[in-house]
């Protein structure tokens, strides 16, 4: 089993920025092979934000944060980040971090909120 644990969300002005954190514990000795960030704002479906590879580190975002929104991680922490910049009203959302490991597994953390005023 992995936990994992988000941080750093918050009420932000537009334009502003925030780190969010991902903290893994647990079963940390299984390299995991991507870890993500998803969203989901009141009402709506869970949205994939960005992704990076664990290993090489190869990122990927979805087109409405690009630019704005960066994704890395640190192997010695066993920690995964989102550095959000100029935030818009409607990056407002309950952000989760997710590790996908060999034979289809996925963690979930419980997810920070992230609200964004105009």
């Known amino acids: 089993q992995v936990q994992l644990v988000e941080s750093g969300g918050g009420l932000v002005q537009a334009g502003g920025s925030l780190r969010l954190s991902c903290a893994a514990s647990?079963?940390?000795?299984?390299?995991?092979?991507?870890m993500s960030w998803v969203r989901q704002a009141p009402g709506t479906e869970r949205e994939f934000v960005a992704a990076v590879t664990w290993i090489a580190g190869v990122t990927q975002y979805a087109d409405s944060v690009r630019g704005r929104f960066t994704i890395s991680r640190d192997y010695a922490k066993n920690a995964a980040y989102l550095q959000v910049n100029n935030l818009k009203v409607e990056d407002t959302a309950v952000y989760y971090c997710?590790?996908?490991?060999?034979?289809?597994?996925?963690?979930w953390g419980q997810g920070t909120q992230v609200t964004v005023s105009s």
């Open positions: 647990g079963r940390t000795s299984t390299t995991p092979q991507t």
């Open positions: 997710t590790a996908s490991y060999p034979g289809r597994v996925s963690y």
